[in-house]
């Protein structure tokens, strides 16, 4: 269960916010991870465009900075709020000892439980997060609650490991 009604949940978050431009096809949410999509550039009004994390494989190095989605309250959205194709939408690099309500996958046909203080790395293409598997070259994060057998878009409480 997430904590509080935010994806960014410490009181003095010490990261880097920024804004960019959701890409062509896309509904993610806040919680999910995003990266700038270098081949666009930077829109007439200087912004990034954010794609979905897309690594080599689940766990792989990212290739640039780690955003996560926020929510845009400033417009009245919540975390539940799904961002559409072509909408500003505001974004945070996570620093080490961030706490953050993250987005995790859930893996259909599977109980997919989830303890407390597990190493979750980002699936590639989807954004969102999942129990670390096989050799992972980044863990960016580790739970700190229990999740048993998530539904869809379950958010949930964790502390951003930057490895």
């Avoid at 990034?48 to 080599?56: C, H, K, P, V």
């Avoid at 980002?122 to 539904?151: H, M, N, R, W, Y």
């Amino acid at each position: 269960m997430a904590r509080r009604n935010k994806i960014l949940i410490n009181p003095d978050p010490k990261g880097r916010r920024l804004e960019g431009v959701i890409d062509t096809a896309l509904t993610p949410k806040p919680g999910q991870v995003v990266q700038i999509k270098a081949s666009a550039g930077i829109d007439s009004n200087g912004n990034f465009t954010f794609e979905l994390y897309n690594a080599d494989a689940d766990g792989g190095r990212p290739k640039g900075p780690i955003i996560v989605l926020l929510e845009d309250d400033g417009q009245g959205k919540t975390v539940s709020d799904a961002y559409a194709a072509g909408n500003l939408a505001p974004g945070y690099i996570p620093l080490p000892g961030d706490e953050l309500n993250l987005l995790l996958l859930d893996i259909a046909g599977t109980a997919d439980d989830h303890t407390i203080g597990e190493m979750l790395i980002i699936d590639d293409t989807t954004g969102k997060f999942i129990a670390t598997t096989g050799s992972p070259e980044s863990e960016p994060a580790q739970l700190l609650e229990t999740i048993t057998d998530p539904v869809a878009d379950t958010l949930a409480h964790c502390i951003w490991t930057g490895y």
